[in-house]
């Protein structure tokens, strides 16, 4: 069955590097992000950093290096980190005295500095965030889903109470759960990971679980309530209201280019990608259907690129594929494995008409539209995508979480049907570690939903008390 | 006179870190930008991916690390990057087989691929740019103009013919000028870089040479005529259109933060910095003037809100100051620190006449000027000092560029005068070692308009043969 996962998992992998989206590096375990890849992590960013922005987030960029005594201050933090660190030893052609941690992630530094920054409440909240690469060697790297180097985004930010870091973490989660619903039509659960789960060094780490393809879950981004645990070791302090010296509170939460990946493993068929409008590349690909009449064909080019202007005067993104020596046959094939959402054909008929059509890379039926209703009809049909391709995934999310009462159904379904496992579990470590070495499954969370949950009942693996209904899954 | 320098330069920088715009980083040689300091990066990133997208070259990501066999495939290239070199070393717990180099600059490793990628003429050209951070060890490190870790934009393209590569750079050299002199209002030299003052691995370099307040000169940016220089280390080859076997021919040019440092040193005052509109992070500072009278100032913050959001919604970059507790004095100061291009002052008096007043930055001028002419009147002020900085920029090069014909002057022009010294050079590298030596000034670039001069002068240093007419200047 793991085998069965990773027949997936490598055709998805081989669709994509012939979709021109990425290609393997000459370093264990990275990626080079082609053009046509890098764009769609661009659309990502922007959408997101926009929704980062409105809640008055502030980018910087802090140092990519972490002098070794930093990382080794907050003590969870470095041990959790520590086998997956790259260090650089040797600098300007001499052994460094003080070894230098290229980042896997930047609390340290951040923080070391964010002490020297905040001194009253009136400096609170300070809220950070910066695009940029981390690195972690990993020991089974994936492309895209867990990359040596990867992008992301990672915010920080510092409260003058508990529940105000508390809020903020709501409306962060809020934040990624649009991003992936509406953005990139992805359907998921927001919920609180187990104290296995938890972020090094965090209280409380929260998560928006994606369920993809194969059935398999996806931790799509992470948001962690650090409480006092940081800013005691880093000494950030503040004078408060009431002149009082206090530690502030702190959060953090960040979201990488396994998001792409998560994209990449829903949103397909077998003939290759169906991107969400919002943030595919090209939203409408024009193909003429050139003849060996070269006359007309000129003829049809022009005609293309005044639709080309005319849509993307009106904000789209198109491209136009004016290429002589591929079919048409052969260009729908590979703009289909590319997952542009539309594809609008012209040929001689259709410009003598003044007619169009038009094909929706879902569906993929042909629709005939005449030119006067163009930009009204890309409009609706691209919508109309965007909210499909949402209203599938939530449906396999939705036809692949089951609820089980009985310990046998519990390994059974984790084995056999895979999905999410919902479950009434007693959260206790030594639980979790017995099912992960059962059923090879985890934890990916407890829904928010259940939080408040208080019944009284019995765990599903090892019957002791039990109050609330938590996901399991095998995961990437 | 050295020191004279310093002086200005940690007058600027002592101004910077009271902007806001950086703070210095638990790390040698390193900077944290700071949002401040950060939105200014951003905003020039757009400004110029834009640019460059328009050339038709496409963004990609490539790896951090590159394998030490790679970075030592091209010899010159190697040779001159090594004293610079930060070396992982140990990753993942374990000493790794083979050193992973931060990279310094990415052409091995993107040439590597590059001879994956290309195969035929039809893959030609071939444009990619990322945004990335790179390391290079300094051994002194200035913020802004030489940082440890700096954040660039490198771009490589291959190319059938030599010509087409040329071509190439011209129009790259013409979008870097365009950039500095329109979107930053700075101006310089276009040129080419003496033998000694080429990239390792490159035949030809190109410039855009900018002087600074203080007379010394700053290299905003470069572009590279790799040739076939590293096409044939890296086995980039291609089929011709006349079924020949071929290598590429190549370019690389890059921009970095070090333009920021550009912004500093040439637009500011007594009272702080200048910013152009173009890449200001706020062009407009709102600072409604609070008195005792509590009813008064919420109608003052009433009406301040309103002509943000008039502003906002007509594309302006705006902030409103609405703190209580300082005074309209200490904001005056601390936004001509920062830099905003224009302040509308917002009174009780202002709003009983309908009337606001209005403040350049450059100028210090108070205008008065009605309520509905503030559209138009705020966007011909922030055109009038986008211009004029730039005039003044022009003007300080204008003024601190000199023509020398005695070796005697030009020695003295160089130490005591400084700016630009221009002579008849004869451009060879032994005279060059020596003039630097003697001045410890450098040879900037060969004005691209004298690159065709052919007249039979003497050298100004070496009173060898003499062709074409250099410029030579203090630089950071």
Redesign the interface.
């Known amino acids: 069955m793991r085998e069965e996962k990773e027949v997936f998992f490598n055709h998805v992998l081989d669709m994509a590097q012939r979709a021109g989206l990425f290609?393997y590096?000459?370093?264990k375990g990275?990626?080079?992000?082609?053009?046509y890849g890098?764009?769609l992590?661009?659309l990502i960013q922007k959408k997101l950093d926009e929704k980062i922005k409105s809640l008055n987030v502030?980018?910087?960029?802090?140092?990519?290096?972490?002098?070794e005594k930093?990382l080794k201050k907050e003590k969870e933090h470095v041990q959790g980190f520590?086998?997956?660190?790259?260090?650089?030893?040797?600098?300007?052609?001499k052994e460094l005295k003080e070894?230098?941690v290229?980042r896997p992630t930047s609390e340290t530094?951040i923080y070391?500095?964010f002490s020297?920054?905040i001194h009253s409440w009136r400096d609170l909240p300070l809220k950070?965030n910066q695009w940029?690469?981390v690195?972690r060697?990993e020991?089974r790297p994936r492309p895209f889903l867990r990359t040596t180097?990867f992008?992301w985004q990672e915010a920080h930010t510092c409260h003058e109470t508990e529940k105000e870091a508390k809020e903020h973490i709501n409306e962060v989660l809020k934040m990624y759960r649009d991003f992936y619903e509406k953005e990139l039509s992805l359907a998921g659960v927001l919920g609180r990971k187990s104290e296995l789960e938890t972020f090094p060094g965090a209280k409380e780490t929260f998560t928006f679980e994606i369920l993809l393809k194969d059935k398999k879950a996806l931790q799509s981004c992470t948001a962690h309530n650090l409480g006092q645990n940081f800013s005691k070791v880093f000494n950030i302090k503040f004078k408060t209201r009431d002149k009082k010296e206090e530690f502030v509170w702190q959060t953090c939460w960040g979201l990488t280019t396994r998001s792409i990946g998560a994209l990449l493993m829903v949103h397909q068929d077998e003939r290759g990608f169906i991107f969400p409008p919002s943030i595919s590349p090209f939203q409408i690909v024009l193909v003429p259907i050139f003849t060996k009449d070269e006359k007309n064909n000129i003829i049809l080019e022009k005609e293309t690129k005044k639709i080309e202007i005319f849509l993307k005067e009106r904000g789209f993104r198109v491209k136009s594929d004016l290429e002589r020596e591929k079919s048409a046959g052969w260009k729908f094939n590979e703009w289909e494995l590319k997952g542009v959402p539309l594809r609008i054909e012209i040929g001689e008929k259709e410009i003598e008409e003044k007619k169009l059509t038009i094909v929706k890379r879902d569906e993929r039926k042909r629709e005939i539209l005449p030119f006067s209703s163009l930009e009204k009809v890309v409009k609706n049909k691209l919508e109309e995508i965007q909210k499909n391709l949402f209203l599938k995934s939530r449906a396999l999310l939705k036809e692949n979480t089951f609820e089980v009462f009985k310990k046998e159904d519990f390994e059974n379904f984790l084995i056999k049907k895979k999905g999410f496992v919902k479950a009434f579990w007693c959260e206790q470590k030594d639980c979790e570690l017995k099912i992960k070495e059962k059923t090879k499954a985890t934890t990916r969370c407890l829904p928010l939903e259940n939080e408040s949950q208080k019944e009284q009942k019995k765990c599903i693996f090892c019957q002791r008390e039990a109050k609330r209904k938590w996901i399991f899954a095998y995961a990437y």
């Open positions: 290609d590096a000459p370093v990275m990626i080079i992000f082609k053009p890098f764009a992590w661009e502030e980018n910087v960029y802090f140092p990519l290096f972490i002098p930093l520590s086998p997956e660190l790259a260090v650089v030893t040797i600098a300007g052609g070894k230098l290229v530094i070391e500095t020297k920054w950070v940029v690469n690195v060697w020991k180097e992008l």
